[in-house]
């Protein structure tokens, strides 16, 4: 995978850089946000995104955040809102972008629920790309341990250490005991994709989002944890939320889409969506 373009620094004393790719001349960008443990490059996607986005006249953004590799374990939300804030200013003031839409990917899909709803610099709209739960998939995946390491972090919060970090033998990366509930207690506040929420709960997380956002999962999403059909799921959420403008699955790929169909399908998707804002 490579990219040719340009790298800055949009927050200068936080040594905060981001990488553009494509038409730089453009007025029109999208900024990819990635997951856990994500940087540059970090999807498959990414590669065969770029050249049809540029056909259609957009560059491409990839942004270093706190949160980016494994810094995801020590800050939150609203860290990365503030340093997305930043970087769309930067964008709009000193790139002359006048549209920006944001793709996130995975855990990156919170930071764009979050900027939808707490952002000050507003942008065009959110795509959200495997905007699965991270707190059904861990459940899944540590099994009975789960409460386990849950109780271990309420602890921890409930004695003052909420930034110590928990046990290795939890998580390989660094994270803290708030961070770790964050993402992975019932109610945290990364707690805004999972399927059991009742309609009062996505009620209450939506309120007030009103920026388009367009929802994609591949059918095949490793870490999609839930029995539920994701499109019932995704319209259950449209009801309550018609600021989700469109959504869909993709036939495979997994939740990094590695396949060519995939990718296929996903850049269409995209597309479609940024054209919307020409």
Not at 231 to 247: S, T
Not at 248 to 271: A, D, K, P, R, Y
Request: proline residues 4%.
């Amino acid at each position: 995978m490579q990219f040719e373009g340009t790298l800055y620094s949009y927050q200068e004393e936080l040594r905060r850089t981001a990488f553009e790719s494509g038409p730089l001349d453009s007025t029109k960008t999208v900024v990819f946000i990635g997951g856990l443990g994500d940087g540059f490059n970090a999807c498959p996607f990414l590669d065969p995104l770029q050249y049809p986005l540029a056909e259609e006249g957009w560059s491409f953004v990839q942004v270093n955040l706190s949160s980016s590799y494994t810094g995801y374990g020590s800050v939150d939300l609203q860290t990365d809102c503030d340093e997305l804030d930043a970087l769309v200013d930067f964008l709009r003031t000193k790139k002359n972008k006048e549209k920006i839409v944001f793709l996130g990917h995975s855990t990156g899909s919170q930071d764009c629920y979050w900027h939808n709803k707490y952002g000050k610099n507003r942008v065009e709209g959110y795509i959200l790309q495997a905007p699965v739960s991270d707190r059904e998939a861990f459940s899944k995946m540590v099994g009975s341990k789960y409460h386990i390491y849950l109780s271990l972090a309420e602890t921890m919060v409930k004695d003052g250490r909420a930034r110590d970090y928990m046990p290795s033998a939890v998580c390989e990366d660094p994270i803290t005991a708030s961070r770790f509930l964050s993402l992975y207690a019932p109610g945290g506040d990364d707690d805004v994709f999972s399927t059991d929420l009742s309609d009062d709960d996505i009620k209450r997380l939506y309120d007030g989002i009103t920026t388009p956002m367009a929802w994609v999962v591949a059918k095949d999403d490793e870490f999609w944890s839930s029995p539920r059909d994701p499109m019932d799921v995704f319209a259950r959420f449209q009801r309550i939320c018609p600021a989700i403008q469109r959504f869909t699955t993709i036939h495979s790929g997994g939740h990094m889409v590695t396949t060519t169909q995939g990718q296929n399908e996903l850049c269409e998707f995209v597309l479609d969506f940024v054209r919307s804002f020409d």
